[in-house]
């Protein structure tokens, strides 16, 4: 007799997106934002998506959360949430998922947090809507996750509004927001960029320590390549609405092989290294109604070939697998001439 095995949910990724696209229709024709964008995310993991503005990073992240602007639509492709597709739910369906099964933290918490209620009352709220708690022990909780965020004099602070927090205070209450539904995933877009350099590291440290704690897994939307090489395990690059590289953070820092991410690391300054300019990528990232045939990259890069101009090149898996590493580069696949 044969027993049928399933996956525990340890095994399920907490995030699963394969050959998403996004489009938007306008008069002038379709504008394709995302083309085929796959990116796994496992529990626990914290996966740093980087590019240019423009990329599609944060594109990406609003996909994953529902929260395409109209007339924006996924075009192709799936997305599952803890081994659930959600790309093809509608929206009372979606903002069940939202809070519960995946998270948010944002730029400015300010725009996360209503001002006209204490964060008692808005943490306490979000626990009873994705939990059977009653409201006493939903305020233990909210007590409880304000402490690991590291709030201090939690039991007198929740009773305050957001406006009594400093920005690196109020953005640890958004962190206990996204994990007040215990979701497994939580899109992180830009969660330092308004804080001090001194508050985001403190930031960042947190945010890895909880996603371990709970085993939640995180996007992490940032152009800041500081930021990705503190915090998370894997690093996806985007650029013109691809994923051009990903792999291991200290593999793709260290050895890039897209040439866009090489131009990317050879544009940061290093400690003790003496240089008379930094490198630079030449031209601009390619406005949606104008990405060139063949590589998108091609334009700008020193290494381009005839083929580039002509072949779309596609992920070559590097390592385990393409869940875990590979890049999008014909020097890979075939050679540029």
Known sequence: MTVATHPSMS??????????????????????ALSEVSLTIQRGEIVGVVG???????MTGMSVLGLLEPPGRISAGEIRIGGKRTDNLGESEMAHIRGRMVGAIFQDPLTSLNPLFSIGQQLIETIRLH?????????????????QVGIPGADERIDHYPHQFSGGMRQRVVI???LAGNPQLIIADEPTTALDVSIQAQITALLRELCREHGTGVMLVTHDMGV???TADRVAVMYAGRVIEVGP????LSRPKHPYTRGLMGSIPALGARVERLAQIDGAMPRLNAIPSGCAFNPRCLDAGPRCRQVRPAMVA??????EGGVACLVYDGGVQ
């Open 249 to 252: 953070v200290d593999e793709v």
């Open 176 to 178: 206990a927001l996204a």
């Open 11 to 32: 095994d399920v990724p907490a995030l699963d997106v394969r050959g998403l696209s996004v489009e938007f229709p306008t008069r002038k024709g379709v504008l394709t």
């Open 228 to 230: 990705i090489a503190e």
């Open 318 to 323: 590097e390592g385990k697998g393409a869940a």
């Open 52 to 58: 240019e503005s423009g990329a599609g990073k944060s």
């Open 131 to 147: 939990s059977d708690r009653n409201r006493a022990e939903a305020k233990a909780h909210a007590i409880d996750l304000l402490k």
